[in-house]
């Protein structure tokens, strides 16, 4: 079996919704199971809903309610041309403008957040079947679960999901995202958790294949929103994935990478528009000696640590990354000598308070405005030659840290922001200049 999730931009329209059944409903995806993210925006509506909810200004609720009711219902117009989807589409919303009228906590939250996975494959299965299409929505209530830990339950998946599976059918369809937690109350698998879907019912079916569909071809090794010249990748290890998948590579969210990787389940990330274009393979297939991607991610502050009792003490570090943990703010990159340490965050909303704490310790000093620049590939430390090919080709240009050996598959450099582009031209010309890509 094959799973093939489709993001919010490949559902965003009635024609991209066609589009799709167009796909999914084809001869070679026969059986397939469908998993499908809310219509692009609307997720981020409903968390605009729930903060006026929260915020006790019902009628600010109830306005932005308004205006997604009419989306839908003008979509589902537009993509059955007649009005058999409204019963549903109302019942939902006035369940939701019921929750303006009573105490308004996570619980409710929750719902909330689950009506778009609801109502878009609702429409989608509608679509199917008007078009003779034998297609069954699986509740996604039905059967994923998280356990008591709050992480997904693979074999509680498994036990339910299955048995639904074994019915012969077109296309199966479900919900990316929502779920049940351990009390069975309605949740979800956090932002993004779409794709995470996918590689849980992948991994619990045994499937052939993860799809994950969207609207560029294949992942590329920085956000094209943000980096004018970026690169499709069209193999990578999942290890890989993983490290780019923190620069903005949002095109695969990380959590979806473990399950796959560990049932050993193909990711194929694919482009709607373009469905017959070679998008990108990731899995464990390692690619010996080849450098893969050269990937930056912005807004990055260092912050280094000076001082001469560091010398030959132990538990220096503790105390140091203590202080990071007590203002829950997550280290990116760190480099140690024998007299000092310089470790990079991101996010900066504590630190005036972390620095202050860190002069217990030593000197400290800040550099902000600061860029992580990452080379993706096979790197195994008995590799030969890549570390100097990186290192020269960053001869002119300023490097604060360089960090390599924490995993086999990347070399992070830390440049000043206004270097980004220059040191991504280096890179590239010098890492990719007998490339055929
Ligand atoms: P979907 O709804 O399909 O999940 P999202 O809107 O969540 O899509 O995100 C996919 C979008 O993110 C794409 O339209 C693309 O422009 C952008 N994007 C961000 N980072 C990357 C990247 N590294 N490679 C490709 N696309 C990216
Ligand atoms: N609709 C959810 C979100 O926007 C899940 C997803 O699209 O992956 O976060
Ligand atoms: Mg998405």
Redesign the pocket.
Known sequence: MKIMKF??TSVGSAARIRNVATLVSGKENKGSLVVL??MSG???TLAEICGYLYNRNPDGAKETMKRLESKHLAVAQELLGDNSAHPCIQEAFDSLAALTREYFGPVQEKIVMAQ??LLSTKLMELYLQQQGVNAILLPALDFMKLDNQGEPDLPYIREHLLPLTQVPCDVFLTQ??ICRNAHAEVDNLQ?????YTASLVGAALEADEIQIWTDIDGMHDNDPRVVEKTRAVRHLHFDEAAELAYFGAKIL?PTCIQPAKFANIPVRLLNTMQPDAPGTLIDNVPEPGTIKAVAAKDNITAIKIKSSRMLLAHGFLRKVFEIFESYRTPIDMICTSEVGVSVTIDDTRYLSEIVHDLKKYGTVSVDLDMCIVCVVGDMDWENLGFESRVLSAMKDIPVRMVSYGGSNYNISLLVKEEDKARTLQELSRSLFADAQR
């Open positions: 993001g919010g993210s809310a609307v997720t981020n778009g996975e990316g995202y932002r993004g958790g779409s794709d969210h």
